[in-house]
């Protein structure tokens, strides 16, 4: 499916799915599911996850269990350029 719209669902879409992409989580994951994602990964899958400035804790979500098995984990600071050119970001303005 394109979209998993229960955690019911969660296993069986991980069974046919060559990429999962987490776009912002902003529920806790089980233990369960951190473990099935795990043996996702474990057996050759792809998990692409995105995350907003300020990290976990402003998501409300605990990703950072399952990254840190893989010594990645996510921050709450953001990147701002120093040098800037022609145009500004919107959060420079």
């Known amino acids: 499916p394109d979209k998993i719209e229960s955690k019911d669902d969660f296993a069986d879409s ?3 799915a060559n990429v999962v992409v987490f776009g912002c989580p902003k529920e806790k994951f089980s233990n369960s ?6 043996d996702y990964v474990e057996n050759g899958g792809s998990i692409l996850i995105m ?3 300020g990290g976990e804790e402003k998501m409300g979500t605990n990703i950072n269990a399952f990254l840190e098995q893989y010594s990645i984990m996510i921050n709450s600071d953001s990147v701002i350029r120093t040098t ?3 145009y500004f970001h919107p959060k420079e303005v």
């Open 14 to 16: 991980l069974k046919s």
């Open 33 to 38: 599911e951190i473990n099935l994602m795990s």
């Open 51 to 53: 995350a907003c400035e």
């Open 84 to 86: 800037h050119f022609k």
